[in-house]
């Protein structure tokens, strides 16, 4: 038999789930999607209201829809609420498909910026349900089945100016203390702001890192648990800078398309 037709198909590279934060639609993502797709992953963004529901309902929705979807493998990036909803979906859920999960400016221990926005009443509805469980607090511990890594950022520009100073480094927004949690089995502070974060390439790759690898560069932490993505036979970004070590990326959607599914919450990027 020839050599071709013994030769496995590559399996594609696994779905990649944006979730955006608070009062935000997800185009902010859109920069961190281009990259991620330019490196082979096909992405999706959850869209959610994150006022009008709380995280846990959020999560609820999501794995309605990635149970809708059914990929065999899917990562999972969330940007600050966003990484909430996603340790919500990690807690309540455990029938998940494979994969690693990194949290971008996550207040994983409450917001301080939020709880001085929540004690003015005038300004709680601002909030909504996003409190319960969420940013002022209470949000689920893990370990949880899955590596997930935390990336928090050290320029303080931000909404933190306008409402009073945050203690110690932090981003603008959330403070570097507030992203801690001893069950994380990475993380990683950068120079940027809560934003700023989401444009930078050095963040990007260090995204593009721990999905592959269930570490950052350097790693805080080493890996916990031993989820290894298998290797393709070629790479799709071969030699591009964005995508650290490429050579040992699978092969998927080399066209860097993606599909809206349906109205309960996918959104093509």
């Known amino acids: 038999m020839p050599d071709?037709?013994?030769?496995?198909?590559?399996?594609?590279?696994?779905?990649?789930?944006?979730?955006?934060?608070?009062?935000?639609?997800?185009?902010?993502?859109?920069?961190?999607a281009r990259t991620l797709r330019r490196c082979g992953h096909p992405t999706c963004l959850f869209h959610y209201p994150s006022v009008r529901r709380s995280p846990a309902e959020n999560a609820d929705r999501l794995h309605e829809t990635l149970r809708a979807r059914a990929?065999?493998?899917?990562?999972?990036?969330?940007?600050?609420?966003?990484?909430?909803?996603?340790?919500?979906?990690?807690?309540?859920?455990?029938?998940l498909p494979p994969g690693r999960a990194v949290l971008l400016g996550?207040?994983?221990?409450?917001?301080?910026?939020?709880?001085?926005?929540?004690?003015?009443?005038?300004l709680r509805w601002l909030l909504g349900r996003s409190?319960?469980?969420?940013?002022?607090?209470?949000?689920?511990?893990?370990?949880?089945?899955?590596?997930?890594?935390?990336?928090?950022?050290?320029r303080g520009w931000g909404l933190g100016r306008l409402l009073g100073a945050l203690p110690g480094p932090h981003d603008g927004t959330v403070a570097l203390d507030e992203t801690r949690a001893d069950w994380l089995d990475a993380w990683r502070a950068l120079p940027y702001s809560h934003f700023g974060m989401l444009l930078a390439a050095e963040v990007h790759?260090?995204?593009?890192?721990?999905?592959?690898?269930?570490?950052?560069?350097?790693?805080?932490?080493p890996p916990r648990r031993g989820y290894t993505m298998p290797r393709a036979a070629r790479p799709t970004s071969q030699g591009d800078p964005a995508c650290p070590d490429s050579s040992s990326f699978d092969t998927a959607n080399p066209s860097g398309t993606s599909r809206t599914v349906s109205r309960a919450g996918w959104m093509s990027l």
Do not use: C, Y
Request: aromatic share 4%; hydrophobic share 45%; proline share 8%.
């Open 4 to 32: 071709a037709e013994r030769t496995a198909p590559a399996r594609p590279n696994p779905l990649v789930v944006l979730v955006h934060g608070l009062w935000m639609t997800g185009l902010e993502l859109v920069p961190l």
């Open 71 to 95: 990929p065999e493998r899917v990562h999972l990036v969330g940007h600050s609420l966003g990484g909430i909803v996603l340790v919500h979906l990690l807690s309540r859920h455990g029938d």
């Open 106 to 122: 996550t207040p994983l221990a409450g917001s301080r910026i939020a709880r001085r926005l929540h004690r003015r009443a005038a």
């Open 131 to 154: 409190v319960r469980q969420g940013l002022l607090g209470g949000v689920p511990a893990g370990p949880f089945d899955r590596e997930v890594g935390l990336i928090a950022g050290t």
């Open 205 to 221: 790759r260090e995204v593009l890192r721990f999905l592959h690898t269930g570490r950052f560069t350097p790693a805080e932490k």
